[in-house]
């Protein structure tokens, strides 16, 4: 008996990331379609909305049957006003939660942040086991890390099963903000500033790697079974995603 063919809604899927994941599932053949506030390609059917109306994002459900969501979405880091950092990325998680579940939606991979266990220290070696911080070091990892929770604690909710993966700073083909950032820091001068002894460490994620990372959760989500250490994992380059 053929299996029934995934539907995915890329939600974010005109954004840097988004776009990454929606030319990767494009790339092997899959049925996708994009929700979104804005849209940037017109390859693939766009819904236009905001993830904060549960009811566009629900009629959008149920008019793609949408089997699949991979939720990309958030405000970029950098806002004015935080507020509208807990509006999507918290109020925004439960409305994509609830929509899902009403829906009949299967899978929910979400785009979380390695951000979301930084408190503005040192860390070094860390993985999946390090707890949120007492103190979140800003608002955008503060409302990343409650958007998280809600999404894991939907797993094996109403029929859904879910995944968060947890990205460094994202570099690649169509990055609007780290490169941007770096080079405007060039331009105002601001390359003589040291911070530390020059032994820092950051990481980064390549964009090309997130995105079949995005794919391979996805297609190992289909088992209730899954452990829950394993639902929340970090994603770095020495990631093998073949
Ligand atoms: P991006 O700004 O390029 O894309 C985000 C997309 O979400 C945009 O197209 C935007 O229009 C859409 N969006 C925002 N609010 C929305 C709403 N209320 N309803 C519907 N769509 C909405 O950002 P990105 O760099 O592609 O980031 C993707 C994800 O990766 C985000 O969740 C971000 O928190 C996470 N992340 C990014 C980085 C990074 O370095 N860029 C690092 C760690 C985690």
Redesign the pocket.
């Known amino acids: 008996m053929s299996q029934q063919k995934e539907v995915y809604l890329v939600?974010?899927g005109?954004?840097?990331?988004?776009r990454h994941i929606v030319e990767h599932l494009l790339a092997r053949g899959d049925i996708v379609c994009v929700?979104?506030?804005?849209q940037r390609h017109h390859d693939v059917d766009f819904y236009s909305?905001?993830?904060?109306d549960e009811s566009q994002l629900l009629d959008v459900l149920n008019k793609t049957g949408t089997t699949c969501i991979i939720h990309?979405?958030?405000?970029?880091h950098g806002a004015k006003d935080p507020s509208i950092y807990y509006k999507?990325n918290v109020d925004?998680c439960k409305a994509v939660i609830s929509a899902a579940q009403a829906a009949g939606v299967t899978k929910l991979v979400y785009?979380?942040?390695?951000?979301v266990v930084f408190d503005g220290g040192d860390v070094i070696n860390l993985d999946e086991r390090a707890p949120f911080p007492e103190k979140p070091f800003d608002a955008y990892n503060d409302s990343?890390a409650q958007g998280e929770k809600l999404i894991l604690e939907a797993n094996g909710k109403g029929g859904l099963l879910t995944v968060a993966l947890r990205?460094?700073?994202?570099f690649g083909e169509g990055d609007?903000?780290?490169m941007v950032g770096l080079y405007q820091a060039y331009q105002r001068g601001q390359t003589h500033f040291q911070v530390g002894d020059n032994n820092n460490l950051f990481d980064y994620t390549y964009v090309g790697n997130l995105a079949k990372a995005h794919l391979i959760a996805a297609d190992k989500l289909s088992s209730p079974s899954l452990p829950a250490s394993s639902q929340e994992t970090l994603i770095t380059d020495s990631l093998k995603a073949e």
């Open positions: 939600i974010g005109s954004g840097f990331v988004g929700f979104d506030i804005v909305g905001d993830i904060t990309t979405a958030s405000p970029p999507v925004g785009t979380s942040s390695a951000g990343k990205p460094a700073g994202i609007r903000q780290m």
